[in-house]
């Protein structure tokens, strides 16, 4: 994307999430997972391509900001003996989903303990246009995550995009995690 996202920076300056420790899930190169840093969060952060995580090691290094950046797969990943106060997906769910949406729920559980703050952004099926990410309804998206979460806010918004001025229309759902 080149830019960290504007729907995570409004949740972070609204105080929206507090805690010290942060995990990305589908971090590509980096750009979220250094703003989270920036703004005092311990962050570790996954991708699956092996370009990806050396890009963001390198972004990170640059600006001086430690981050743990591993290679894995999302919905398969190692128990990494922490939990997190808040984890962020900016469309990894709504890509993996449709081939293994147990897994990656695995892997949420792995990472979260009762109270973790989840902020996902995922495509919305309100909208049909050419191209964009896969797209979830409401139901799905309550089918799917009401089982290990409290639904806190959910609203539509615009995914960014470099080549226009709107991006596609997406959810963004912030979440508790339920003590199970």
């Not at 190169?29 to 370009?51: I, P, S």
Request: glycine letters at 10%.
């Amino acid at each position: 994307m080149g830019f960290p996202s504007r729907e995570l920076t409004r949740v972070l300056d609204q105080g929206m999430v507090v805690g010290s420790t942060a995990f990305e899930f589908g971090c590509g190169t980096g750009h979220n997972a250094c703003l989270l840093a920036e703004r005092g969060f311990q962050v570790t952060a996954v991708d699956g391509a092996a370009l990806a995580i050396e890009r963001a090691r390198e972004r990170a290094k640059n600006r001086g900001l430690e981050v743990e950046f591993l290679q894995a797969d999302v919905c398969q990943l190692p128990d990494l003996g922490r939990r997190f106060d808040f984890i962020f997906d900016r469309g990894c769910f709504h890509c993996v989903r449709q081939n293994d949406v147990a897994g990656y729920l695995r892997s949420v559980q792995l990472v979260t303990r009762p109270g973790s703050r989840f902020l996902l952004l995922t495509g919305n099926a309100n909208e049909q246009r050419e191209g964009g990410p896969p797209r979830l309804h409401e139901r799905e998206l309550r089918a799917d995550l009401e089982q290990l979460f409290v639904i806190d806010d959910l609203h539509e918004f615009r995914f960014d995009d470099p080549a226009g001025p709107t991006g596609p229309l997406a959810w963004s759902c912030l979440m508790t995690r339920k003590a199970i």
